[in-house]
């Protein structure tokens, strides 16, 4: 499901010129977020104890932070 979502979504934000390239962009940091984040927040939560969590949740935020006025702008341009 997530696949063919993600897929549409490309098609939608990505230029035309760009289209190539971005699912095996997306694909390739899909793969890679499944190592990193649990060796990230171990490290984390092990050094840190529960500071650790509060800041690995807080770094997710970061990470997820959307823009909802640009996003606005880019699907109506």
């Given amino acids: 499901m997530m696949g063919s979502i993600a897929a549409t979504t490309i098609a939608v934000l990505v230029p ?4 190539g390239g971005a699912p095996g962009l ?3 940091v899909v793969t890679l977020a499944g190592p990193i984040a649990p060796t990230l927040t171990g490290r984390l939560v092990g050094t840190q104890s529960a500071v650790g969590y509060q800041h690995t949740v807080l770094l997710t935020g970061v990470l997820l ?4 006025a640009r996003d606005a702008r880019r699907l109506l341009a």
């Fill in 26 to 28: 997306m694909s390739a």
């Fill in 65 to 68: 932070l959307i823009d909802p």
């Fill in 16 to 19: 035309g010129r760009r289209f």
